[in-house]
Structure formats: C-alpha cells, structure tokens
C-alpha cells in the first residue's frame, strides 16, 4: 500500500481552509461594489428645442464643454538690465539686490503707483514700476509660469512695446 505525503485529515483542513479564503474573498468583493459609489456619466450633449409652430420644432444639439479653470496671477518683467531692488517703495531705501532684463518676478501688492512689492528670493522687495510690465501668467502642469494669452483679443502689446522702448530714457539711478 502507498502512503500519501499527508494524511486525509490534513488534506481536509487544507480543503476546507481555501474555501473558507476563497468565500471571504468573495464576499469582501461584493461588498466593496455595493458600496462604491455609483457615478452617473453626464450627458456629452445638451438639446435645446424651440417650437416654432404647431406643425414645427427647431432642434438644436451642441456638445458639452468641459470647464478649465486657469489661475492668472500677474507678474512683473523687468524691461532694462540692472535695476536696483529696494526693501522699501522709495530711493531712501536700502538697495537690496539688482534684477535684469527679462526677469519675472512674483507680486505682492501694487498698493503704491510708483512702486511694485515683488518676491525678491522669498523675501519682500520693492521695484520700481517704471522698469516693469505687468504681464498675466499661469502655473503650467509641469510647475512653470507661462504667459497667459487670451484667444479672443487681438495683440496689440508688440505694436506697443516697439514704440515705448523708442522713448524710454534710462537713468543713471535706476531707481
């Protein structure tokens, strides 16, 4: 007679131990689809019908557009090369750093007209408002600011900009 590795009782208990796993697996399944919540899938269309006499209906079927929320925040470009950063709004302030053409910098409060408080390397500074141009930006999907363009209005800032560099006189100071 051949032995078997393990003995009938053994084997039972197995058996009756991987039904149990297997019934509990099930039932935690079932009970984590019956709890999900059930999400209704909006409709891709909206109708719009308009009866226009008893004998005709006007139709009209246009796609549902999904809302995009974009958070514009101003920024501040520097427009020359070299201008001081003060930790006041005014000349009597201390020069704190220099920023250059072409810069962006995060703003704080345009409370003064002549002054714009920035974030100079986290800390609160003041520029002066003359060497700015105030240019809307948004937060991109890969954490970098980008200048935000409306699609609907004309640009007209490059005609603009072309003319107001001509005139500007830079001064010695700057500020």
Request: proline share 2%.
């Amino acid at each position: 007679m051949k032995k078997s590795f393990l003995d009938k009782s053994t084997r039972t208990s197995i058996m009756y131990g991987v039904i149990i796993c297997l019934l509990v697996g099930i039932v935690v399944c079932i009970v984590r689809i019956s709890v999900r919540p059930k999400i209704e899938k909006e409709e891709e269309f909206v109708f719009t019908v308009n009866k226009i006499d008893d004998d005709m209906i006007d139709v009209q079927v246009e796609q549902k557009r999904e809302e995009v929320h974009i958070d514009v925040k101003n920024r501040a470009r520097i427009l020359e090369d070299n201008i001081n950063v003060r930790s006041g709004p005014g000349t009597d302030y201390e020069r704190v750093g220099t920023a250059y053409k072409g810069f962006d910098f995060e703003i704080l409060a345009t409370d003064n007209s002549e002054w714009i408080k920035i974030n100079y390397d986290d800390k609160a500074a003041y520029i002066y408002s003359e060497f700015v141009e105030i240019v809307p930006m948004f937060l991109n999907d890969m954490g970098e600011y980008e200048e935000y363009v409306e699609l609907d209005k004309k640009d007209s800032s490059d005609t603009e900009s072309e003319t107001s560099e001509d005139t500007q006189e830079p001064t010695e100071d700057n500020n």
